[in-house]
């Protein structure tokens, strides 16, 4: 069982920043990837970043300049640092971790971007 456990989602006005991070446990096979994607109102979810086991990140063009992820010592953590938070920011964000077979996705955490 994988558990992924994020936090520091939360109220902020535009322009500002909010930092995530998620934590996996338990029996985590092999992760090819771990990343974050977000989910507005009405609207699919969507890739915002990833980092491969390799290092390779991706960024959705949306926030490519204004947010950064990072997976310190290459552990079970990942992190989204964001900046210059827009109001179109607003969403529920989800961390992932993939493996080859499947994929394990987080709670969510609320994102809100007044302006």
């Known amino acids: 069982q994988v558990q992924l456990v994020e936090s520091g989602g939360g109220l902020v006005q535009a322009g500002g920043s909010l930092s995530l991070s998620c934590a996996a446990s338990g029996s985590i096979p092999s992760i090819y990837a771990l990343g974050w994607y977000r989910q507005a109102p009405g609207k699919q979810r969507e890739l915002v970043a990833a980092?491969?086991?390799?290092?390779?990140?991706n960024y959705a063009d949306s926030v490519k300049g204004r947010f950064t992820i990072s997976r310190p010592n290459a552990k079970n953590t990942v992190y989204l640092q964001m900046n210059s938070l827009k109001p179109e920011d607003t969403a529920v964000y989800y961390c992932?971790?993939?493996?080859?077979?499947?994929?394990?996705w987080g709670q969510g955490t609320q994102v809100t971007v007044s302006s």
């Open positions: 992932n971790l993939g493996t080859r077979y499947v994929d394990y």
């Open positions: 980092i491969t086991t390799d290092a390779t990140i």
